[in-house]
């Protein structure tokens, strides 16, 4: 079994910047693709980045393409989502999330085996 930690989430002004990171532990070698995903209340959960097992693809949903890079480090088994010129519609729960079966990341299919408990970003207007 896999778990994840995030951090990093909180309460900014819109423009500002946060990152997120997502720590893996337990079976970490089953790990390949990972991601974060966002919901906000009312709305269901979108893929917002994610990142092959080596780095090498990454997607982002349109609406952050510019704004978010997702990067990974193995050998410390984390994630990260660099959020810049944050807006008030990115407010939501980010969850990370873990897929020991795709290893590339064309697209953030929301069927990840593995999730985070999610972390709070709320960006004032």
């Known amino acids: 079994h896999v778990q994840l930690m995030e951090s990093g989430g909180g309460l900014v002004q819109a423009g500002s910047s946060l990152r997120l990171s997502c720590t893996a532990s337990?079976?970490?070698?089953?790990?390949?693709?990972m991601g974060w995903f966002r919901q906000a209340p009312g709305k269901e959960r979108e893929g917002v980045s994610c990142?092959?097992?080596?780095?090498?693809?990454?997607y982002y949903a349109d609406s952050v393409k510019g704004r978010f890079t997702i990067s990974r480090d193995n050998a410390k088994n984390t994630v990260y989502l660099q959020m810049n010129s944050l807006k008030p519609e990115d407010t939501a729960v980010y969850y990370c999330?873990?897929?020991?079966?795709?290893?590339?990341?064309?697209?953030?299919?929301?069927?990840?085996?593995?999730w985070g408990q999610g972390t709070q970003v709320t960006v004032s207007s």
């Open positions: 999330a873990a897929e020991p079966w795709v290893t590339t990341a064309s697209s953030c299919p929301p069927g990840y085996d593995y």
């Open positions: 337990g079976n970490i070698f089953s790990i390949n693709a």
């Open positions: 990142i092959s097992n080596r780095g090498a693809s990454t």
